[in-house]
């Protein structure tokens, strides 16, 4: 067992005088010392993770599994760990490991190797992120150059009638909750840092219109897609949602939830929504949270159904967005010991020991999307189909982001 499991209740005797007082004392200061231990495994858990993660792949481009390596949601995920990482243990081998991927795509005019506007793809904004941190650390204008490129796609992106940016042109009329993570923190940031007002009324109405249309309150989730034209075959014809609960989905979401909101100012008058609807998409995870394990499944709602599985990539972002969001005092202390709980059982249940002495993050299911070709039905069937794989950046990215949530 890695992880100390942190004792919430104490002891209560009917003691009078000093007994009562040495009674209390000595509870005391084993609960914080078991929260020491918990908070010293969570952050070695993090630097072994990103450790093994550097020698499973060499080069951050690469994380993916493609040994050419691209621009892609999947680096700059890994990318955007490894920075905080560095900056929580002081250790500049985790930023310089990001700030190389960087380099390898964007070139003295902040031109970026293989992107195209014209793909008006979503994706590819996501890692414009940790950007901020190596312009601000290195004052470098090449990443301020490329930081303006990906906000000028943002200013062109095909959106919704209610201004709901589409996933990507090639799914029109369609937003999926993935989208949420890959555009909506980098434009709050960009709109803390560049002062950009606008920006933040802007991402809130992306919370705001995808919830509306996707939430469903009885069950407490929201569902993967939406598709306001209803001409998609996975749309439901009343609706235009797809039909199921994806926890990577969910993960994505709420995660972009907690991080756009530390960007948009505390005056905002809107910023309540977003806090709102954060609240309502914790409550909605704690309900799911498997009871035996306190990790979730591939289809969030449907554990019970045969061929479902607890999946790490969304436990891993479901225990940071509730770590981040009780630290900061968006949601209520108690889904604190909903994310410790959830980290317990990621080490418990996903972590494996390699004989090289590294380490793996295992059940990572390795992709799922909507539509294109082969057409992707969005059915049970098809979720519990796709392959799972060991170390995807996916999960790999969110399990170090998790760890040093739990260690604060």
Known sequence: MYLTKIKHAYLILALIGFAFSQCTTTEKKEKESDEIVADSTAIKMAVRMADSEMVHFPEASTVDFRPE?????????????????????????YYEYAKGYADQFINEDGEIKGYKKSDFNIDKINSGKFLFDLYEKTGDERYKKTIFILRDQLEDHPRTSEGGFWHKKRYPHQMWLDGLYM??????????????????DDVIN?????????YDSI?????????????????DPETGCSPHFWGRAMGWYAAALVDALGFIPEDHPEKHQVVEILQEVAAGLKKWQDEETGL????????????????????????????????????????????EKGYAGILDNFIKENENGTISLTDVCSVAGLGGDPYRDASFEYYISEPIRDNDPKGVGPFILASLEISK
Request: overall charge negative.
């Open 69 to 93: 390596g691209k621009w892609s949601y999947t680096a700059g995920l890994v990318s955007s760990a490894m920075v905080e990482l560095s900056e929580e243990t002081g250790d500049p081998t």
């Open 219 to 235: 069950v407490g989730l929201n569902y993967h897609g939406w598709d306001e034209s209803k001409e998609q075959r996975w749309a």
């Open 296 to 339: 979730w499944y591939q289809v969030l709602d449907q554990g019970d159904r045969e061929g479902n599985y607890l999946e790490s990539s969304a436990s891993s972002m479901f225990v940071y967005a509730l770590a981040k969001a009780t630290r900061v005092g968006y949601i209520d202390e108690e889904y604190r010991e909903v994310a």
């Open 183 to 200: 555009g909506a923190p980098f434009y709050a940031e960009f709109g803390k840092v560049f002062d950009e007002p606008a920006a933040f």
């Open 206 to 214: 992306q919370f705001v219109t995808v919830h509306k249309h996707t």
